[in-house]
């Protein structure tokens, strides 16, 4: 029978190019258990509206491949704290839209990076992101797809690199029990939690289940991190080959507390020296270090 810690289920971002199916024929072909994608032009505001045949493609595909959960990840235009109010409207309706995107086809969760403040403060930073947020439930009230908040790295003015910050916007959100939790072992990193240190890993955990709830943690994008840890830089690195280094990942791949939660790349894209995926060799890597 095999252990709660080799059940974790494994994957990566993977492109939509020529349709959202595409994605699960890649997943199933690279070995990933899930998968994540962006749910339309991540570059663009607009979209056409997806049509019934879209939908029936991929719903198809995903009974055919059983590739689960599927995650959204929205846009990086769109911002939630911005102190301009016509973007935060734009960026709240951009939103909605994508929460309807998925709800068509199923997926259950968004990831959505808060924003920066641009100059005005935290403060304000986090109480337009609640704003915003509340405009959002009050458009998509009955959606069983959720927002995941992501946790940043901290570069520059943007909202949500530190554990509280999540906490105070998760509090101060109605109907946050919609609400779950995004972490990324880069950004945790460079915003100074040091994931490798044994110590520090559990003050880490801790304190995410003391302002947030580890119940809230839906996914965990698996980067390792080319800047040191407090660095503020957002800059992904392979598996074991950045300054996380593997001790970080063991940590989290043997974390029983985070077994059920699906761990999905942003790596580097791109192939070996032997033709191999990369995304295959960080997917191997991770799994390897499951100890038990």
């Known amino acids: 029978m095999k252990s709660v810690l ?4 494994f994957g990566a971002h993977l492109s939509v190019a020529g349709g959202l199916q595409n994605a699960l024929i890649a997943a199933a072909a690279l070995g990933c258990d899930c ?10 505001w607009r979209a056409k509206p997806l049509t019934q045949e879209q939908i029936d493609l991929f719903r198809e595909e995903q009974r ?4 689960h959960p599927v995650l ?12 301009d109010p016509h973007s935060r409207q734009r960026s709240t309706l951009a939103l909605i839209d994508e929460l309807e995107r998925c709800e068509a086809v199923g997926v259950p969760y968004l990831v ?4 920066s403040h641009l100059g005005a403060g935290m403060a304000a930073g986090i109480n337009n992101v609640i704003a915003s ?4 439930h009050g458009a998509t009230r009955g959606f069983a797809t959720s927002v995941l908040l992501e946790m940043t790295a901290g570069q520059g003015s943007s909202v949500g690199h530190e554990i509280q910050q999540m906490g ?3 509090a101060g959100t109605r109907e946050s029990e919609r609400l779950g939790v995004c972490l990324d072992t880069c950004h945790l990193f460079a915003a100074g939690y040091d994931l490798s240190n044994p110590a520090a890993y559990e003050e880490t955990i ?3 289940a003391a302002c947030v709830g580890l119940t809230r943690i839906k996914c965990i994008h698996m980067n390792d991190s080319r800047g040191p840890c407090g660095s503020r830089v957002d800059r992904h690195e392979h598996i074991g080959k950045g300054k996380l280094g593997r001790q970080a990942f063991i940590h989290v791949v043997n974390d029983r507390r985070l077994a059920g939660v699906p761990k999905i790349l942003e790596t580097p894209s791109g192939i070996d020296g032997r033709g191999t995926s990369l995304d295959r060799v960080n997917l191997r890597r991770l799994r390897r270090m499951i100890l038990a």
């Open 168 to 170: 105070k916007m998760i």
């Open 112 to 115: 959505l990076h808060p924003g």
């Open 206 to 208: 801790s304190l995410l």
């Open 72 to 83: 959204g990840h929205a846009s990086y235009l769109l911002n939630l704290a911005s102190p």
């Open 35 to 44: 998968v994540q994608i962006f749910v339309k032009n991540q570059r663009q």
């Open 64 to 67: 055919r491949t059983d590739i």
């Open 133 to 136: 947020l509340n405009d959002v």
């Open 6 to 9: 080799s059940k974790q289920r």
